[in-house]
């Protein structure tokens, strides 16, 4: 994904204490800053609410059948022929009758449709697969956040596909910009305890 960066300026006590008292300041530091990047892992992470794209049934405006997207699995799409779908039917072989995809979905049978069969291109559960990891040098203390899921970029970043905006899924970037006036909570907090230990 796209790398934006966020710079935490103001705090110049909690730098020059990095550097005077970094036993005192460095755990302050990693305490705001793991502090920030869960807030942001945990918005990052949640999905938008479901929609239509996500449910058995759907069509084109010429009336033919499309797939649908199930989460944590990967896209199905529609099949007319039963022969088609295997012997071994059921989700957990990647491929089921349009009755149980119905069921399972809870949305009514599409009669138009014999069944679907899960794409081998699966679902690589891009909420589960946000990371965070804390640089810490002799200067500073630097927060990363991201994710190798390859499609990130088209659902949560500056390639964001309208498809994915429409259904309420928010950037990274968006998700950054909001939660930037928290973040910097977290480290002025973080200034107020550097300078009661400072005080004793």
């Known amino acids: 994904m796209s790398e934006k960066v966020l710079e935490i300026k103001g705090f110049d006590e909690l730098l020059r204490a990095l550097k005077d008292a970094p036993q005192l300041a460095r755990p302050l530091l990693e305490a705001a800053m793991t502090k920030s990047l869960s807030q942001l892992h945990d918005e990052l992470a949640q999905y938008p609410a479901a929609s239509e794209a ?5 069509m084109d405006a010429d009336g033919s059948p499309k797939g649908y997207y199930e989460r944590g699995r990967g ?8 022969s088609t779908l295997g012997e071994n039917l059921g989700v957990a072989y990647g491929a089921e009758t349009a009755k149980r995809a119905a069921k399972r979905n809870q949305v009514k049978n599409i009669p138009t449709v ?3 069969k899960l ?12 990371t965070t990891q804390i640089v810490s040098t002799e200067t500073g203390i630097r927060g990363e956040i991201g994710t190798l899921v390859s499609y990130a970029d088209y659902v949560q970043g ?29 480290f002025a907090e973080a200034v107020e305890k550097l300078v009661e230990q400072l005080t004793k």
């Open 54 to 58: 996500n449910q058995p049934g759907r």
């Open 75 to 82: 896209w199905w799409y529609p099949v007319r022929n039963r």
């Open 114 to 116: 014999t069944g679907y």
């Open 119 to 130: 794409s081998k291109q699966r679902s690589e559960a891009l909420g589960k697969k946000w």
């Open 158 to 186: 500056n390639q964001q596909a309208d498809f994915h905006a429409a259904r309420n899924w928010e950037t990274a970037n968006a998700v950054l910009e909001r939660a930037t006036p928290q973040i910097e909570k977290n």
